[in-house]
């Protein structure tokens, strides 16, 4: 059965080299595996019959037998068309089909029985199908069923008549071949126990089911199947990792901690961040590891927290660092940890790329000897050079920027693995940091520091653009600043969006010198030149920044109150929320405002609408997900997620997913190694859900 799932897909019945090489190009299917768990998107109810009489415009798809009584070959160039009337005693309809006018009267002669379907629309005042699928009675194909499974297919594949249609045909040839029934991948006690159908039954009848119930059935198994084996797999490389790597015991909360809480916090820490720190706590006094995800929407107070753990590690004799993405956030960390340490005899360093040779003999130096406790920096961190004292406690912010290989270089860097807090300000739906963060503990950090007022946004079209520009003035006037972003730099042929270089033109003239300065920044210009332009806004030197999704992530401008962002549908929704929580840093009331044309499609105004109506990120995350798949959930990039999901969807399986987490974590809990003999299965299958997954908590 094994060999017979692994052969290429060209030797399958009704595929050949030429279909082969299209099913691998436009969908990636290489072998009869790939197709049998190419699942259908939706299912048609194929049993119900319409007489001609009965059909409206308005119905979704109809089935109806008859005969096609005659042809007619009408209209010139594109618009030529092959049309045939067909009939079924009450009434008559016309087919039309602008592509395959030859062979269709070859194959479907005059006076034929003939079962029609499609969906009915209107031309010329008369009911007609547009390229129906058309079956001979006497040769319905070997596996059928009442609800016919729809695939995706791309407009390629129907131009080499690979339809919907077409794959399901390949699909009954495959499932006729089979030389056996295919082998279980779960194990009989866990089967009766969630009540689940056997493997077999399953992949049979997810492509060509009976009825509702049955579909249901199969679906069900299929997706808990795909999840269950993400979780075991994330679960036991988590327990492994608990039994393989011990950490430093961080007994003491002492003078650094208790100093800085009781003297220099500048506020009353909310309720969510003195949750975290019992977590941080707990998991650094336990003698493993930690790994932690810290989630928290832009400027919830996610650095003081990392702050207080770091001044936790320095109380117990270790170093703490933090490693950031860009030099403009470590830049920005170096200055706030240095204004919370102020009047403490604590040494802070920063090390970035763009430090002389000569200042940072005396950082490596006092790493060395001890004396510097807290450094904060760049990709400049790993750099074999630099090498600590007794380095206790890794801080890594928007940890979605750095390689797998860049983190290790920083585990190396201590005789006992450090503890590792992992920072994001890109809110993750539950459902998928369960998934992509699985092996790490998440904390949240769920309410924003007392002062803070919500941003309020707004949704403007171009035509009011004037009106935008006269609040924008108003705004400068009182001394602020702010962002417009666009989605493009340069005009594309393809799309008539705003682009930068045109939006930067009109606003410098809408906002002339001397009276206003524009700053500009985009991922064209050289590291040095955008480093400038920032540095010239972050002093208020600049009024305007107008920008690309650069800016997205880390910029901290308390003065900057306002954040426009062009041509807003086509951002991702993710993405938006990043680029708001650009504004809003000081207590000012900030505002967003999202400019768009009239023309936005129905999930672009989803989006504008959800952005309008909330500022929680993580209601956003989760909207944003059921929108849009997991893909681009990470954050600035369309990152991928580190598996391949083939039937179940993150946003819309919640519920199967908490089962399968559940159930995983049961499993773990009674039997760690998986050697009990009821779970042997799950071993053989375990890397099966997927080999190659990043384990984000040992990738030491």
Same mark, same amino acid.
């Given at each position: 059965?094994?060999? =017979?799932?692994?052969?290429?897909?060209?030797?399958?019945?009704?595929?050949?080299?030429?279909?082969?090489?299209?099913?691998?190009?436009?969908?990636?299917?290489?072998?009869?595996?790939?197709?049998?768990?190419?699942?259908? =998107?939706?299912?048609?109810?194929?049993?119900?019959?319409?007489?001609?009489?009965?059909?409206?415009?308005?119905?979704?798809?109809?089935?109806?037998? !008859?005969?096609?009584?005659?042809?007619?070959?009408?209209?010139? !160039?594109?618009?030529?068309?092959?049309? %045939?009337?067909?009939?079924?005693?009450?009434?008559?309809?016309?087919?039309?089909?602008?592509?395959?006018?030859?062979?269709?009267?070859?194959?479907?002669?005059?006076?034929?029985?003939?079962?029609?379907?499609?969906?009915?629309?209107?031309?010329?005042?008369?009911?007609?199908? *547009?390229?129906?699928?058309?079956?001979?009675?006497?040769?319905?194909? %070997? #596996?059928?069923?009442?609800?016919?499974? &729809? =695939?995706?297919?791309?407009?390629?594949?129907?131009? $080499?008549?690979?339809?919907?249609?077409?794959?399901?045909?390949?699909?009954?040839?495959?499932?006729?071949?089979?030389?056996?029934?295919?082998?279980?991948?779960?194990?009989?006690?866990?089967?009766?126990?969630?009540?689940? *159908?056997?493997?077999?039954?399953?992949?049979?009848?997810? $492509?060509?089911?009976?009825?509702?119930?049955?579909?249901?059935?199969?679906?069900?198994?299929?997706?808990?199947?795909?999840?269950?084996?993400?979780?075991?797999?994330?679960?036991?490389?988590?327990?492994?990792?608990?039994?393989?790597?011990?950490?430093?015991?961080?007994?003491?909360?002492?003078?650094?901690?208790?100093?800085?809480?009781?003297?220099?916090?500048?506020?009353?820490?909310?309720?969510?961040?003195?949750?975290?720190?019992?977590?941080?706590?707990?998991?650094?006094?336990?003698?493993?590891?930690?790994?932690?995800?810290?989630?928290?929407?832009?400027?919830?107070?996610?650095?003081?927290?990392?702050?207080?753990?770091?001044? &936790? +590690?320095?109380?117990?004799?270790?170093?703490?660092?933090?490693?950031?993405?860009?030099?403009?956030?470590?830049?920005?960390?170096?200055?706030?940890?240095?204004?919370?340490?102020?009047?403490?005899?604590?040494?802070?360093?920063?090390?970035?790329?763009?430090?002389?040779?000569?200042?940072?003999?005396?950082?490596?130096?006092?790493?060395?000897? !001890?004396?510097?406790?807290?450094?904060?920096?760049?990709?400049?961190?790993?750099?074999?050079?630099?090498?600590?004292?007794?380095?206790?406690?890794?801080?890594?912010?928007?940890?979605?920027?750095?390689?797998?290989?860049?983190? /290790?270089?920083?585990?190396?860097?201590?005789?006992?693995?450090?503890?590792?807090?992992?920072?994001?300000?890109?809110?993750?739906?539950?459902?998928?940091?369960?998934?992509?963060?699985?092996?790490?503990?998440?904390? #949240?950090?769920?309410?924003?520091?007392?002062?803070?007022?919500?941003?309020?946004?707004?949704?403007?079209?171009?035509?009011?653009?004037?009106?935008?520009?006269?609040?924008?003035?108003?705004? &400068?006037?009182?001394?602020?600043? /702010? =962002?417009?972003?666009?989605?493009?730099?340069?005009?594309?042929?393809?799309?008539?969006?705003?682009?930068?270089?045109?939006?930067?033109?009109?606003?410098?003239?809408?906002?002339?010198?001397?009276?206003?300065?524009?700053? #500009?920044?985009?991922?064209?210009?050289?590291?040095?030149?955008?480093?400038?332009?920032?540095?010239?806004?972050?002093?208020?030197?600049?009024? &305007?920044?107008?920008?690309?999704? #650069?800016?997205?992530?880390?910029?901290?401008?308390?003065?900057?109150?306002?954040?426009?962002?062009?041509?807003?549908?086509?951002? !991702?929704?993710?993405?938006?929320?990043?680029?708001?929580?650009?504004?809003?840093?000081?207590?000012?009331?900030?505002?967003?405002?999202?400019?768009?044309?009239?023309?936005?499609?129905?999930?672009?105004?989803?989006?504008?609408?959800?952005?309008?109506?909330?500022?929680?990120?993580?209601?956003?995350?989760?909207?944003?997900?059921?929108?849009?798949?997991?893909?681009?959930?990470?954050?600035?990039?369309?990152?991928?997620?580190?598996?391949?999901?083939?039937?179940?969807?993150?946003?819309?399986?919640?519920?199967?997913?908490?089962? +399968?987490?559940?159930?995983?974590?049961?499993?773990? /809990?009674?039997?760690?190694?998986?050697?009990?003999?009821?779970?042997?299965?799950?071993?053989?299958?375990?890397?099966?859900?997927?080999?190659?997954?990043?384990?984000?908590?040992?990738?030491?």
């Amino acid at each position: 059965m094994q060999q =017979y799932l692994l052969q290429d897909i060209q030797f399958l019945e009704g595929v050949g080299p030429k279909r082969a090489d299209l099913l691998k190009q436009e969908l990636n299917i290489n072998t009869v595996e790939d197709l049998i768990t190419y699942y259908p =998107y939706r299912y048609v109810d194929r049993s119900r019959f319409h007489k001609i009489s009965e059909v409206t415009s308005d119905m979704p798809h109809i089935q109806i037998r !008859g005969q096609i009584t005659g042809y007619a070959s009408i209209g010139k !160039g594109k618009g030529k068309r092959l049309v %045939a009337d067909f009939a079924d005693g009450t009434g008559h309809l016309q087919l039309v089909w602008f592509r395959g006018a030859k062979w269709i009267p070859e194959s479907y002669p005059i006076q034929k029985e003939l079962i029609v379907f499609g969906k009915p629309t209107v031309y010329n005042r008369k009911i007609n199908l *547009v390229h129906p699928e058309m079956e001979d009675p006497a040769k319905k194909h %070997a #596996v059928s069923s009442k609800l016919q499974a &729809i =695939y995706s297919t791309t407009e390629k594949l129907k131009d $080499h008549y690979l339809t919907s249609k077409a794959i399901s045909k390949l699909l009954a040839n495959l499932i006729k071949g089979l030389p056996a029934k295919f082998e279980e991948s779960l194990p009989a006690w866990l089967l009766e126990k969630l009540n689940l *159908v056997n493997l077999d039954g399953a992949m049979r009848q997810i $492509h060509f089911p009976d009825t509702s119930a049955q579909y249901n059935k199969a679906e069900l198994r299929l997706k808990f199947e795909e999840l269950f084996y993400i979780q075991l797999n994330i679960l036991q490389g988590k327990t492994e990792r608990n039994k393989r790597f011990s950490g430093n015991v961080f007994e003491t909360v002492g003078d650094n901690f208790n100093t800085f809480y009781k003297d220099h916090l500048p506020f009353e820490l909310t309720a969510a961040q003195k949750r975290v720190m019992k977590e941080i706590r707990k998991d650094m006094g336990s003698g493993r590891q930690m790994n932690r995800l810290l989630q928290g929407d832009v400027g919830s107070g996610k650095t003081l927290v990392a702050l207080m753990s770091m001044l &936790i +590690a320095m109380d117990n004799g270790f170093q703490a660092c933090i490693m950031a993405p860009t030099e403009i956030l470590a830049q920005q960390h170096f200055n706030s940890i240095g204004r919370f340490m102020e009047g403490m005899d604590v040494q802070v360093m920063l090390l970035t790329g763009s430090i002389k040779k000569a200042d940072r003999e005396p950082i490596h130096q006092g790493l060395l000897d !001890g004396s510097v406790q807290i450094l904060i920096g760049t990709h400049a961190l790993i750099e074999d050079v630099v090498q600590f004292n007794n380095l206790g406690l890794v801080v890594i912010d928007e940890q979605h920027r750095f390689g797998v290989a860049q983190r /290790a270089r920083l585990w190396k860097k201590a005789d006992v693995l450090p503890h590792v807090l992992v920072m994001t300000a890109t809110p993750i739906p539950r459902t998928l940091a369960m998934t992509l963060y699985g092996d790490l503990d998440v904390s #949240v950090i769920d309410e924003l520091p007392p002062g803070r007022k919500p941003i309020i946004t707004r949704h403007s079209y171009d035509s009011k653009r004037l009106q935008v520009f006269g609040f924008l003035k108003k705004q &400068i006037a009182t001394g602020r600043q /702010a =962002y417009i972003v666009y989605p493009l730099i340069q005009e594309s042929e393809f799309m008539d969006y705003k682009d930068l270089e045109d939006g930067y033109e009109s606003i410098s003239r809408a906002f002339p010198p001397p009276e206003y300065a524009v700053s #500009v920044v985009h991922g064209k210009m050289k590291p040095e030149e955008k480093e400038i332009s920032m540095k010239h806004f972050v002093a208020g030197r600049t009024h &305007i920044m107008v920008a690309t999704t #650069v800016i997205e992530v880390g910029v901290d401008v308390p003065n900057s109150t306002i954040m426009i962002i062009e041509s807003a549908e086509r951002f !991702g929704l993710s993405q938006m929320h990043q680029l708001r929580g650009r504004v809003g840093r000081g207590t000012d009331q900030s505002y967003c405002i999202l400019m768009t044309g009239y023309k936005i499609s129905e999930e672009g105004r989803k989006r504008i609408d959800t952005m309008v109506r909330t500022n929680d990120g993580f209601e956003i995350a989760e909207v944003d997900l059921k929108l849009r798949g997991p893909g681009d959930i990470e954050g600035t990039q369309q990152s991928g997620v580190p598996f391949n999901l083939k039937i179940a969807h993150l946003g819309k399986d919640g519920q199967i997913l908490q089962l +399968a987490r559940d159930t995983a974590e049961n499993i773990i /809990a009674e039997d760690p190694d998986l050697r009990l003999e009821k779970n042997y299965i799950f071993t053989k299958h375990i890397k099966k859900g997927n080999p190659n997954r990043i384990s984000w908590g040992s990738i030491s």
